[in-house]
Nanobody, 128 residues
Framework: QVQLVESGGGLVQPGGSLRLSCAASGFTLDYYAIGWFRQAPGKDREGVSRIGPRADITYYSDSAKGRFTISRDSAKNMVYLQMDSLKPEDTAVYYC?????????????????????WGQGTQVTVSS
């Protein structure tokens, strides 16, 4: 019963902040890499950030770098995405996903086929 549930999305003005949460059940987050992805209307799903087991390694997209921060709370079995200085271009449905660890390392962290479980998504809207 592996499950990922995102929360924390909503409407925020440009320049504002949101913290997204990804709650995991059925497995221990510390043993897996977790990615945050987003999909805007009419666009492909794209990688935003990724955190490795025990937060040893993190990755960010160019657009997220310097504005977003990924972290985990092992005790709560949760991963977070702190989003600051939000822009209208950040408007999208945000998903967290688990890297199953079986995909070849030749695929980048942003490759969707690395991830075997996905949450339902949470809507982020940045508008004045």
């Amino acid at each position: 019963q592996v499950q990922l549930v995102e929360s924390g999305g909503g409407l925020v003005q440009p320049g504002g902040s949101l913290r997204l949460s990804c709650a995991a059940s059925g497995f221990t987050l510390d043993y897996y890499a977790i990615g945050w992805f987003r999909q805007a209307p009419g666009k492909d799903r794209e990688g935003v950030s990724r955190i490795g087991p025990r937060a040893d390694i993190t990755y960010y997209s160019d657009s997220a770098k310097g504005r977003f921060t990924i972290s985990r709370d092992s005790a709560k079995n949760m991963v977070y995405l702190q989003m600051d200085s939000l822009k209208p271009e950040d408007t999208a449905v945000y998903y967290c996903a688990r890297d199953g660890g079986y995909t070849s390392s030749r695929f980048p962290w942003t490759a969707l086929n690395r991830y075997d479980y996905w949450g339902q998504g949470t809507q982020v809207t940045v508008s004045s």
